[in-house]
C-alpha cells in the first residue's frame, strides 16, 4: 500500500505489509494490569526473512536502497526490543552504529508505544551536534527510513528526508 504527501518536505511515502499466517507470532493485548505483550521465537527469523523484501517494494520505484544499500541511509527504527532491532541489522547487513539511536532510546526509556519519537529526536540531536566524522557513522544522510515492526507481524515504513539545515526542527 502506498501512501504519498506531495506537500510535506519530509515524509515521502510509506508503505504497510502484512507477513500472512503470523497472527500470534506478536500480540498486543489490554488487560487490568495494561498492555501486555507477546513474541514468539519465530518472530526473529520472520523479520529477517520479510524486512528486506518490503523495503525494496517501497524504495525501489524512487531508485534507493536495495541490497547492499541500506548503509546510505538513516535509520529510525521503533525500539521494540533487542531481539527485532538485532533481526533489522542482520537482515539488512547495517553498519554497527546505524540503529545506534535506537539501542540507546530503547536502553534509556524501554519499548515505549511512541518511542519512534524519542528516536527521530535522537537523530536530530545526533545530527545538531555531530562533527564531520560522526555525522556519516549517525545518519547525517539526506534519506532514511522510519521503521516500526507491529503486532500480527506487520511491518510499516515511511522514508523520510533530513532537512537541509540541522538546526531546524
Not at 518490503?54 to 521503533?78: A, I, K, M
Request: glycine letters at 14%; a negative charge.
Amino acid at each position: 500500500m502506498w501512501v504519498s504527501d506531495d506537500q510535506g518536505e519530509n515524509y515521502h511515502c510509506g508503505g504497510r505489509f502484512y507477513c500472512e499466517e503470523t497472527d500470534h507470532t506478536f500480540t498486543l493485548e489490554l488487560g487490568e494490569s495494561g498492555l501486555q505483550y507477546g513474541l514468539s521465537a519465530k518472530v526473529p527469523k520472520l523479520v529477517r526473512g520479510s524486512i528486506e523484501g518490503c523495503l525494496v517494494d517501497t524504495l525501489r520505484p524512487l531508485g534507493l536502497g536495495g541490497s547492499g544499500e541500506w548503509n546510505s541511509l538513516f535509520w529510525v527504527v521503533h525500539p521494540g526490543g533487542l531481539v527485532v532491532l538485532d533481526s533489522c541489522d542482520a537482515a539488512l547487513l547495517l553498519e554497527p552504529r546505524k540503529l545506534a539511536a535506537s539501542r540507546r532510546v530503547l536502553s534509556e526509556y524501554g519499548n515505549l508505544g511512541a518511542s519512534t519519537i524519542f528516536v527521530l529526536d535522537e537523530m536530530r540531536r545526533w545530527r545538531q551536534n555531530c562533527d564531520e566524522e560522526e555525522g556519516g557513522m549517525y545518519g547525517n544522510h539526506q534519506w532514511g527510513v522510519m521503521l516500526r515492526i507491529g503486532p500480527g507481524l506487520t511491518i510499516e515504513m515511511m522514508l523520510l528526508q533530513a532537512a537541509t539545515n540541522p538546526d531546524e526542527d
